[in-house]
């Protein structure tokens, strides 16, 4: 189809995993409309597209659902940080359900029997601890939605007060170093704000609780930012590894679980890339007096091969990679280990779910599926997947 836009009336049925409203037009094309809420009935100026899937923007809201609610960002609707800042909280609840379940189902192959448990944020704004913004030309900010382009903003509501705090700050008197910048707080409210992209460690140590545990960091090194769950989201983890003999972990940061683990296994093998986490960990573990973490600082790609995993005989595999999932060729290797349990973290349900359909064949079965409520405002879905070695014949 080409030519101008056609104008619709469509009513928005659910939310899509990027965030966007979803509705379907009379001749059966899906169309995805960004700041709508399930429920909305709206004319919708659709761009020529597709025959199955169109793009299309609200151009007069004829009767608002009842799981709106007011924005409370002076920014929204032009940063690309919030997208579901007029969404009801429930509503939100509900997305983030139904956006991991359709990712197993549809992309992983597998039916769940039930909607999966989704663990809500405490509170909806004022839960972030860690965030990552742009300084250009001395404007402060986020990327606007689907662009490049600064929305400048001193201020960001889902930020712990301190944090924010540290933002207005750097907006006030923007740095002259232009790039990322990582602004993030410790428990005790200590903030780092750090240039990311230096090869050297940052000066900045930030110190964070959960389950028990004391986990210390550098400035810029990954680690979980709700601060309001992430005790919940490391009980999680540590209840599903379980406990027993051998515990391999991939992707492991600065330790967040490894330490929790440590207390629950005999040997641990901890895989991490990046030498400053890598190096953070081996503290970590130090301070908590524990020797039985054996640390593998490399790409897990290549660790797998070696020795300490090829000799590890794991009872449970632990694996929290980035948004992108397991590299090509992971899956396999990580079936070959032959550990009891996988207990898999994301932050992306696509990705999961594409490895989880990889892993299934290897003789797994998925047993449970929860997802965690870490970013409120966004369209974000983390979610923790335990699978099971199934009994051999
Ligand atoms: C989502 S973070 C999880 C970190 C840790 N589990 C935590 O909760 O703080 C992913 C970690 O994997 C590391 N990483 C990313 N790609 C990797 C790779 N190919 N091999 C090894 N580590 C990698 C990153 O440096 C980061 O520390």
Redesign the pocket.
């Known amino acids: 189809m080409s030519g101008s836009p056609q104008t619709l009336e469509l009513r928005i049925d659910s939310l899509a995993a990027g965030g966007d409203g979803v509705g379907r037009a009379a001749d059966g094309r899906v169309v995805f409309v960004p700041v709508t809420a399930p429920g909305d009935r709206a004319r919708v100026a659709v761009e020529p597209g597709g025959a199955r899937f169109a793009r299309g923007r609200v151009v007069e809201l004829l009767e608002p659902a009842t799981s709106r609610t007011d924005p409370v960002c002076a920014v929204f609707g032009s940063c690309g940080g919030c997208v579901w800042q007029h969404v009801a909280r429930d509503a939100q609840l509900e997305a983030r359900r139904t956006i991991l379940r359709d990712a197993i189902e549809r992309i992983g192959g597998i039916r769940l029997d039930a909607p999966p448990e989704i663990v809500a944020c405490p509170s909806p704004y004022a839960y972030r601890s860690r965030t990552r913004v742009v300084v250009e030309a001395g404007r402060v900010g986020y990327r606007r939605r689907r662009s490049r382009a600064v929305c400048a903003t001193s201020r960001c509501p889902v930020l712990v007060a301190p944090l924010e705090e540290a933002l207005r700050a750097l907006a006030s008197r923007p740095p002259m170093d232009d790039g990322e910048w990582e602004i993030a707080a410790g428990d005790d409210g200590n903030v780092c704000t750090t240039r990311l992209g230096a090869r050297e460690r940052a000066p900045g140590r930030l110190v964070i609780h959960a389950a028990g545990e004391r986990i210390e960091r550098s400035a810029g090194v990954?680690?979980?930012s709700n601060a309001l769950l992430l005790d919940p989201l490391a009980r999680a983890v540590l209840e599903a590894a379980g406990s027993g003999e051998r515990a391999v972990e991939l992707?492991?940061?600065?330790g967040?679980?490894t330490i929790g683990l440590a207390r629950r296994f005999e040997h641990v093998v901890a895989?991490?890339?990046?030498p400053i986490?890598a190096s953070d960990l081996e503290n970590n573990v130090g301070n908590a007096g524990l020797s039985q973490v054996e640390i593998v600082r490399t790409?897990?790609?290549h660790a797998l091969g070696l020795p300490a995993l090829a000799r590890a005989a794991p009872d449970v595999v632990v694996l929290?990679?980035?948004r992108t999932g397991l590299?090509r060729g992971l899956a396999p290797a990580i079936g070959a280990l032959d550990a009891a349990r996988i207990v898999y973290l994301s932050?992306d349900p696509a990705t999961l779910a594409r490895d989880v359909s990889t892993l299934v064949p290897l003789g797994y079965d998925l047993v449970s599926v929860r997802g965690f409520d870490l970013f409120p405002q966004t369209a974000h879905v983390e979610a923790l997947v335990v699978l099971e070695r199934r009994l051999r014949a």
């Open positions: 990954f680690a979980q992707f492991s940061g600065a967040f679980f895989v991490e890339g990046d986490a790409a897990v790609e929290d990679p980035p590299p932050c």
